[in-house]
């Protein structure tokens, strides 16, 4: 358990976790809520990279994504701006639902787990 860490520890969730060169994200949600769902994604997107780097690892690493809709009519939207984001070829196995968030204003949470770089 030694290569257990956790990053970002608050009372109720850690933002990162690393264990055995893997990298756990929390879900991650858009700091400007007033945003489409568009923005929000991209917002959320800039996020998980800020969360990776921290970690030394980037967005083509990520083992899973899991991302979270409030209204699963904005798959379009949302899928725009994660195909603005992701480097083609490393396109993650991926698993988009619509789900109830935690506040209304939220639009999209995305949840990934990335490989650590090794070095």
């Given at each position: 358990?030694?290569?257990?860490?956790?990053?970002?520890?608050?009372?109720?969730?850690?933002?990162?976790?690393?264990?055995?060169?893997?990298?756990?994200l929390a879900g991650q949600?858009?700091?400007?809520?007033?945003?489409?769902?568009?923005?929000?994604?991209?917002?959320?997107?800039?996020?998980?990279?800020?969360?990776?780097?921290?970690?030394?690892?980037?967005?083509?690493?990520?083992?899973?994504?899991?991302?979270?809709?409030?209204?699963?009519?904005?798959?379009?939207?949302?899928?725009a701006a994660w195909d603005?984001?992701?480097?083609?070829?490393?396109?993650?196995?991926?698993?988009?639902?619509?789900?109830?968030?935690?506040?209304?204003?939220?639009?999209?949470?995305?949840?990934?787990?990335?490989?650590?770089?090794?070095?």
């Amino acid at each position: 358990m030694s290569n257990l860490q956790r990053f970002d520890v608050g009372p109720r969730i850690s933002q990162i976790a690393t264990h055995n060169g893997v990298a756990y994200l929390a879900g991650q949600i858009p700091s400007d809520m007033s945003a489409d769902v568009h923005g929000q994604t991209t917002q959320v997107l800039n996020a998980i990279d800020a969360l990776l780097v921290r970690v030394g690892t980037d967005k083509t690493h990520i083992l899973r994504a899991e991302i979270f809709l409030a209204d699963i009519s904005d798959f379009a939207q949302m899928n725009a701006a994660w195909d603005e984001w992701v480097p083609a070829g490393h396109a993650p196995p991926r698993a988009t639902v619509e789900a109830r968030l935690a506040m209304p204003e939220i639009k999209v949470e995305i949840v990934v787990t990335a490989a650590v770089r090794a070095g």
